[in-house]
């Protein structure tokens, strides 16, 4: 009879003892990574090593970015065909919720050289040259595109906006990872000879970091812990207040309830 007491009270002292070894309270506080978006950052930034991999994140800065500050390709003669994936890296960690009637918004700033218009009779582009063309995704899930017709020799900022659409106002963090991409393909027809030259070079840069930025209206929603547990409300149970508390109040109850049963059993 007794024996069975102290065993559950045994048990019970055992579930009071924090499972966690180190500083608890240290672990609650680590930082956020600023590469994730956060309630005081919704801006992504572009990102590229200068030779084949692209990435994108929340962060303003990337020390494995190009040191030159941007992307950039060139060609005397021939056709620049770019096409550049920003895939977020890291992977999203988040569940987002965007804004209701919210509007996305980005800057991209470019510097573009060549032809690139098929058809007008003013450059050598044929049938093999293409307008820039902007593209978001949601993992594998279009959301959104556009081809802009008005840019100019040169460098130069391309702004774009458009509205969160009803299929797309949640991210469901890395099965929804954003990705923006950015084709375009340039000819250049430069022909130099021992004294002349004719015809233009091609060239195609997109400025990184700052310069080049997606913004996402993020729905203050998104930073709760009820609705990052996910669509059931369910958290974990180590990420919940008192529950460990609960468990023990429950097997203290059940001890006491054994242990009576088993007294007014030998007083029968």
């Known amino acids: 009879m007794r024996r069975t007491t102290v065993i559950a009270l045994l048990l019970v002292a055992m579930l009071l003892v924090p499972a966690q070894a180190g500083d608890v309270s240290a672990q609650q506080e680590q930082a956020e990574d600023p590469k994730q978006p956060n309630a005081n950052n919704t801006t992504m930034y572009l990102y590229h090593d200068g030779f084949a991999d692209a990435w994108s994140h929340f962060s303003t800065n990337d020390t494995d970015s190009s040191a030159e500050g941007e992307y950039r ?133 997109i400025k990184l970091g700052e310069e080049s930025r997606f913004e996402m209206p993020i729905d203050e929603e998104s930073w709760n812990e009820e609705f990052q547990a996910g669509e059931d409300g369910m958290i974990d149970d180590e990420d919940t207040p008192g529950f460990t508390m609960v468990v023990a109040s429950a097997a203290i109850g059940m001890a006491f309830f054994v242990n009576q049963r088993r007294e007014t059993e030998q007083d029968e």
Do not use: Y
């Not at 017709?149 to 900022?157: F, S």
């Open 73 to 205: 390709e060139e060609k005397d003669n021939g056709v620049i065909d770019v096409n550049l994936r920003f895939r977020m890296k890291p992977d999203l960690d988040k569940r987002l919720l965007m804004t209701e009637n919210g509007e996305f918004r980005g800057n991209f700033k470019l510097d573009v050289g060549g032809d690139w218009t098929n058809g007008d009779n003013n450059g050598p582009c044929n049938n093999d040259c293409e307008n820039l063309n902007i593209t978001v995704f949601r993992g594998g899930a279009e959301v959104w595109t556009k081809q802009f017709t008005g840019l100019q020799q040169g460098e130069q900022n391309v702004p774009f906006a458009f509205a969160v659409s009803e299929d797309h106002m949640e991210w469901d963090g890395r099965d929804d990872n954003p990705i923006i991409e950015v084709t375009m393909k340039l000819k250049g027809d430069l022909q130099t000879g021992f004294f002349t030259q004719s015809g233009n070079p091609a060239w195609f840069a």
